[in-house]
Every structure is written in structure tokens, then in C-alpha cells.
């Protein structure tokens, strides 16, 4: 049998080059010895960290005197293997996955504060304090989605910020589009719906030099429901969102998409006119021509989406027959009597 081996291991642990191996091979039985040989450790080492990442809870199968494999079914997030696909400039060269985590926003913040690099890329398996805007709950559910934050240093005004986010959530319905077949609509400003059901939310934060007045740096939050049923969600969202999927007619790797993903946002942040992102957004608009409800200083108003005009804000026009133009804001579609 052949077997897929490793590049680039020179800064990985024995534990996580018998990880990466073993998921480049996914289902196919490995022999401890052929293990040993290939990555330059002891049979015992072998064994040693294989026991390890079984009781950190990797779907490991060891079969007597025969070797290992790990779970064709699994789709465990491995560092190895979304670099194995990316084919970016600089996004993701320096990328962590982790197992738990508060939220992967916060986290990244404290590393921005801290200088690192442009382009830096953060995922965990699950986020036990993961948040959409307004600082509501983001359900982040172990193994079940991608949560993905990502760190950029623009060149650019505050004002501006938004455009990050139109140009997350291009990238991201493209990709699902291209990979998976799917037909996704974005819902101004930062959700991606797939049949009137949401399943991935982008947070974009940012922090401001007072001095200059330019952006510090902007962390780009992704979460993604990517495999799991309708039945697992909590009671309040379960009419609201769903899962890729449920959707989707082929298998999906989480690894896979949370690459293509990066490849993608770094094509259209690094070449394309923002015109053309405006036009790919405003192509895949979930509420244009959609009567909804505009929260604003606190108060509600019902409106009706009209446009998004060429810097990616919402155009409204009020019961009042007053017009408006949404840069930030609320907006939820309102339900049918």
C-alpha cells in the first residue's frame, strides 16, 4: 500500500507528526514500525503518543500486531492539513488549532495587542464563549462547525472596516458555491443564509490608533454550522438556522473549506477592485426587495430594502416614505402574518 507522507515537519512535535500522518491517511492501517521508520522514533515513541492522542480523544483504531488508522469518518480540524491546502501569500503562514477556547476573537486580540504578524489564523474545535454582533451567543458546539478568526493590519480608514467583512462574507458564499454546489445569500450585513436558513455569522472587530487615526488591526471572526442535525440545535435558533450539511449532496471536510475559504478572502482582499465585490455581494443579497424591521437608537421601524448602494451600506425606504441609507445597524426580516 502507498502511503502519503509528511512535508515541512522540521517544527512539529512526535505527537503531531503521527497525527498528520495518519490523517493524510485517513482509514488506511499504518504499522507502528513503518511509522517509526518514516518519521525517525522509536516503535515505543509510536505507541506512546498514539495512547496520548486517543485519551485526548482522536478516533485512533489500533489493531493487534497490525498498526493503526485513524476513522475515515472523522473530520477532526489539523493544523497540517488546512496549510497542506492553502495556496496563500500570507494568510494562515502562521495558523493554531485548538481544542477549546473562550472565543477565538478574544483570543486573537490579545496576540494582535501582542504584534503578531498579518495574517495570522486561529480555529478551535469548540468556543465555549463564541459571540455574534451585539454580543449575542454564537453556538459553537464541539467538532460539529469551523470557528475561525483571522488578523489583518489594513492600510485603511476605520469607515472602511466594513468592507472587510462584505469582502469575508464574497469569499465565503463563493466558496460554498464552488465546492459544495450550494446557493448561498447573504444577509446584510455580516450571514450567510442557505434556504432561508442562516448557518455561518461573521464578527468583525476592530481597534483604532488614536494618534493616527488608522486602523490597528482588524480580526475577522467566521463561524460556520458545518455537519450536524437541525434536532441538535438550541430551542430558540432551531427555526433559524441549520447546517452546510444538511444542504450539501457531498461529504464536508472542515479542513478543506476552512482552507478555501483563506485561499479565497485572500485573492479578493489582496487583487480585486472593491467594485467587483460589491457586485458579487449585491448579486447573492437575501433582503433586497424584502419588507423588514430596522432597530436603530433603540427604536424599531418597519422598512423596506431597496438597494446596497457602491460602499456596501443598505438602502431603505420607511412606511413613512422616508428613505435611508444603513452603514451599521439592525435589520431582521419580518415574518408573514
Known amino acids: 500500500m502507498v502511503f502519503k507522507m509528511l512535508r515541512e515537519v522540521s517544527c512539529m512535535s512526535n505527537k503531531e ?43 485512533i483504531i489500533s489493531v493487534a500486531n497490525k498498526g493503526y488508522y485513524l476513522d475515515e469518518n472523522s473530520d477532526i480540524l489539523s493544523e497540517y492539513l488546512i496549510k497542506e491546502n492553502l495556496d496563500t501569500k500570507f494568510i494562515g503562514k502562521n495558523l493554531e488549532v485548538h481544542k477549546s477556547v473562550g472565543s477565538t476573537n ?48 489594513p492600510d485603511m480608514e476605520p469607515d472602511k472596516a466594513l468592507n472587510i467583512t462584505i469582502m469575508a462574507a464574497v469569499a465565503e ?97 489582496m487583487n480585486w477592485d472593491f467594485k467587483d465585490v460589491i457586485r458579487e455581494y449585491k448579486k447573492r443579497s437575501y433582503l433586497e426587495g424584502k419588507e423588514v424591521t430596522v432597530i436603530k437608537g433603540g427604536s424599531e421601524y418597519g422598512a423596506k430594502v431597496l438597494d446596497i448602494d457602491d460602499k456596501g451600506s443598505l438602502v431603505v425606504e420607511y412606511e413613512s416614505g422616508e428613505k435611508d441609507v444603513l452603514s451599521s445597524g439592525e435589520v431582521s426580516v419580518r415574518k408573514r402574518p
Open 17 to 59: 507528526k503521527i497525527l498528520a500522518c495518519l490523517e493524510l491517511n485517513s482509514g488506511k492501517l499504518m504499522s507502528g514500525g513503518y511509522l517509526s521508520k518514516e518519521l525517525g522514533v522509536s516503535r515505543t515513541a509510536v505507541w506512546k503518543n498514539i495512547q496520548g492522542l486517543i485519551d485526548e480523544g482522536y478516533p
Open 173 to 269: 458564499a463563493l466558496v460554498l458555491e464552488e465546492q459544495l454546489g450550494l446557493r448561498p445569500k447573504i444577509k446584510w450585513v455580516n450571514d450567510i443564509f442557505l434556504r432561508d436558513k442562516k448557518v455561518s455569522g461573521i464578527l468583525t472587530e476592530a481597534s483604532m490608533e488614536m494618534e493616527s487615526g488608522k486602523l490597528e488591526y482588524v480580526i475577522i471572526g467566521i463561524g460556520i454550522n458545518v455537519s450536524g442535525s437541525n434536532e441538535s440545535l438550541p430551542d430558540e435558533i432551531k427555526e433559524i438556522a441549520s447546517f452546510v450539511s444538511e444542504f450539501a449532496q457531498v461529504p464536508v471536510s472542515r479542513n478543506l473549506l476552512a482552507a478555501a475559504i483563506l485561499n479565497k478572502f485572500e485573492d479578493i482582499y
Open 106 to 153: 478574544d483570543m486573537m486580540k490579545k496576540l494582535a495587542r501582542d504584534d503578531s504578524k498579518e495574517g495570522m489564523v486561529l480555529l478551535a474545535e469548540e468556543q465555549t464563549k463564541g459571540r455574534g454582533r451585539r454580543g449575542r451567543e454564537f453556538h459553537s458546539p464541539n467538532g460539529k462547525g469551523i470557528y475561525m478568526s483571522l488578523m489583518l493590519r
